[in-house]
């Protein structure tokens, strides 16, 4: 599929920290407007700097794109701000259920409508919404986000990025840490938002087995490189992903449920 009908397209990009360490070299991805495109690869293959990048989140830890070319829905993502492209519908939830730990729950959702200037009505709009597909959200609603469980704070984080109205929502390693019960139904919402409201969704994860249940398409990392890419249900039926990229075992083992 060509970029220009791409809503995201990744094109040979290369990417160095400090102008010294080379983390990516030859990352290739396309994600088409309406599907869920899983980025997949064990510890240290560059899934986290393969999302960075397309937020344009490099400069704020020294790193940057020093070759290749970035385009979400036509506009050159290293020659846009991360501000103005959450603005254009490109939304990250980074690894590590960042949440302000002080602010309920519902503070923390309703950071997420700010940016985008939203107006009391769309704000409690948008609040319902999120309620209605994570129910726990509004049961803790007025609790302080850092007193909640790690599965709710993975929500919260999530509902908050849905209050930008995303086009495309960007997920680092959402089940990590968590509950396997927790994490099939975030991905079963996730799903649902992407099959009944077309959210295209990129999602980062060392857990293939999930990530290919939901996935439509997908890509493998290993070493900063692009390796593998096609349909979930193609790489699904291949024995060698869970062994040979990830090594037998390593994916359960990193992510043994800590987290409710």
Same mark, same amino acid.
């Given at each position: 599929?060509?970029?220009?009908?791409? %809503? /995201?397209?990744?094109?040979?990009?290369? $990417?160095?920290?400090?102008?010294?360490?080379?983390?990516? !070299? &030859? =990352?290739?991805? +396309?994600?088409?407007?309406?599907?869920?495109?899983?980025?997949?690869?064990?510890?240290?293959?560059?899934?986290?700097?393969?999302?960075?990048?397309?937020?344009? %989140? /490099?400069?704020?830890?020294?790193?940057? $794109?020093?070759?290749?070319?970035?385009?979400?829905?036509? !506009? &050159? =993502?290293?020659? +846009?701000?991360?501000?103005?492209?959450?603005?254009?519908?490109?939304?990250?939830?980074?690894?590590?259920?960042?949440?302000?730990?002080?602010?309920?729950?519902?503070?923390?959702?309703?950071?997420?409508?700010?940016?985008?200037?939203?107006?009391?009505?769309?704000?409690?709009? &948008?609040?319902?919404?999120?309620?209605?597909?994570?129910?726990?959200?509004?049961?803790?609603?007025?609790?302080?986000?850092?007193?909640?469980?790690?599965?709710?704070?993975?929500?919260?984080?999530?509902?908050?990025?849905?209050?930008?109205?995303?086009?495309?929502?960007?997920?680092?390693?959402?089940?990590?840490?968590?509950?396997?019960?927790?994490?099939?139904?975030?991905?079963?919402?996730?799903?649902?938002?992407?099959?009944?409201?077309?959210?295209?969704?990129?999602?980062?994860?060392?857990?293939?087995?999930?990530?290919?249940?939901?996935?439509?398409?997908?890509?493998?990392?290993?070493?900063?490189?692009?390796?593998?890419?096609?349909?979930?249900?193609?790489?699904?039926?291949?024995?060698?992903?869970?062994?040979?990229?990830?090594?037998?075992?390593?994916?359960?083992?990193?992510?043994?449920?800590?987290?409710?």
């Amino acid at each position: 599929m060509d970029a220009a009908n791409a %809503l /995201l397209h990744i094109q040979s990009i290369e $990417v160095c920290y400090q102008n010294a360490v080379v983390a990516l !070299h &030859d =990352v290739n991805l +396309t994600v088409r407007p309406g599907e869920i495109h899983a980025v997949l690869g064990a510890n240290g293959a560059g899934k986290s700097t393969t999302l960075k990048a397309v937020s344009n %989140l /490099l400069p704020a830890e020294r790193g940057q $794109v020093t070759g290749g070319r970035i385009t979400f829905d036509g !506009h &050159d =993502v290293t020659r +846009t701000n991360p501000a103005t492209l959450v603005r254009h519908g490109l939304v990250q939830v980074l690894e590590g259920r960042h949440c302000f730990p002080n602010l309920t729950v519902e503070e923390n959702l309703i950071t997420g409508a700010l940016g985008r200037d939203a107006s009391r009505a769309e704000i409690a709009t &948008d609040l319902e919404k999120v309620y209605a597909i994570f129910p726990r959200l509004q049961a803790r609603r007025h609790s302080r986000a850092g007193l909640t469980s790690g599965g709710e704070q993975q929500m919260a984080a999530i509902g908050r990025a849905l209050m930008s109205r995303p086009r495309l929502l960007v997920l680092d390693e959402p089940s990590m840490g968590l509950a396997p019960l927790v994490v099939q139904d975030i991905f079963s919402q996730l799903q649902r938002l992407n099959r009944e409201d077309g959210l295209s969704i990129v999602v980062a994860e060392q857990n293939s087995t999930v990530a290919l249940q939901y996935a439509d398409t997908a890509t493998v990392l290993e070493a900063g490189v692009t390796v593998l890419s096609g349909t979930a249900q193609e790489l699904r039926q291949r024995e060698d992903i869970q062994h040979f990229y990830f090594g037998q075992g390593l994916a359960e083992d990193a992510h043994a449920p800590v987290a409710a």
